[in-house]
């Protein structure tokens, strides 16, 4: 166990980095409708289409 964590020690702490990244950036955006990000980004597509003379998409 001590000789894998010498050669594949910093692989390992690279890879569990990636994956605690890779879930906080789901967390925070989420898949569906009701995540943060997406009604942020929803709200602004909105706002753009109100202030550019009422077209909608």
Do not use: C, H, R, W
């Not at 166990?1 to 955006?29: C, H, N, P, R």
């Not at 569906?32 to 009422?54: P, R």
């Amino acid at each position: 166990m001590d000789e894998i964590f010498k050669q594949y020690g910093s692989t390992i702490i690279t890879v569990l980095a990636i994956v605690a990244v890779i879930g906080i950036i789901t967390l925070v955006i989420g898949s569906d409708t009701q995540s943060i990000v997406y009604k942020a980004f929803s709200e602004l597509i909105g706002n753009f289409y109100k202030t550019a003379g009422g077209i909608t998409p």
